[in-house]
T-cell receptor
Framework: GAVVSQHPSRVICKSGTSVKIECRSL??????MFWYRQFPKQSLMLMAT?????????EQGVEKDKFLINHASLTLSTLTVTSAHPEDSSFYIC???????????FGDGTRLSIL | AQSVSQHNHHVILSEAASLELGCNYS??????LFWYVQYPGQHLQLLLK??????LVKGIKGFEAEFIKSKFSFNLRKPSVQWSDTAEYFC????????????FGKGTRLSVIA
């Protein structure tokens, strides 16, 4: 069964709205979670690494003030897309692994559509 | 820079045909390699992984992959595909240094026709 839960699965909202996406590890503790973004017909691109109890590490070109990441506990990381615009429409996916060198488990993803 | 290349963008096969999807990686140091599958409308699922040991890795649903270090390759194979194998396949790699993010290839779409 799924070991990483991501919510919501689909969001449609107006431009200027902030949207929060949750990623939970269900049966293990994850000190590190990853947030990816997938554009249509393209591969997943790492956005940021979410570290429990500390600031996230963002990849080059990802605006940290726009994509706020909070990793408040060992089982929950959130991604907030602030003041979303149509160009932020994408598929956002989180992943986590229980410890180093274990394969990552992916959430079901969140399809974000900004009108 | 670390990268993963998948040679085929779209592969179309008839049922029972054999499959081989190419994957090459560029990584410094030891590398972990993965193949993920994404069925239409579903999330990514792990097919198989290579960390160390036997370079021929067997995964779920009859898939296997071979790690050839000299060629920096990790090709995915299946002797006889089924219609239900229609999906997007992603090769991914990470450095063998703890909990590190994955670098994905661009994916290969497999369409299996009856």
């Amino acid at each position: 069964g799924a070991v990483v839960s991501q919510h919501p699965s689909r969001v449609i909202c107006k431009s200027g709205t902030s949207v929060k996406i949750e990623c939970r590890s269900l049966d293990f503790q994850a000190t590190t979670m990853f947030w990816y973004r997938q554009f249509p017909k393209q591969s997943l691109m790492l956005m940021a690494t979410s570290n429990e109890g500390s600031k996230a590490t963002y990849e080059q070109g990802v605006e940290k003030d726009k994509f706020l990441i909070n990793h408040a506990s060992l089982t929950l990381s959130t991604l907030t897309v602030t003041s979303a615009h149509p160009e932020d429409s994408s598929f956002y996916i989180c992943s986590a692994s229980s410890q180093g060198n274990q394969p990552q488990h992916f959430g079901d993803g969140t399809r974000l559509s900004i009108l | 820079a670390q990268s993963v290349s998948q040679h085929n963008h779209h592969v179309i096969l008839s049922e029972a045909a054999s499959l081989e999807l190419g994957c090459n990686y560029s990584y410094g140091g030891t590398v972990n390699l993965f193949w993920y599958v994404q069925y239409p409308g579903q999330h990514l699922q792990l097919l198989l992984k290579y960390f160390s040991g036997d370079p021929l890795v067997k995964g779920i649903k009859g898939f296997e992959a071979e790690f050839i270090k000299s060629k920096f390759s990790f090709n995915l194979r299946k002797p006889s595909v089924q219609w239900s194998d229609t999906a997007e396949y992603f090769c991914a790699a990470s450095s063998n240094s703890g909990n590190t993010p994955l670098v994905f290839g661009k994916g290969t779409r497999l369409s299996v026709i009856a």
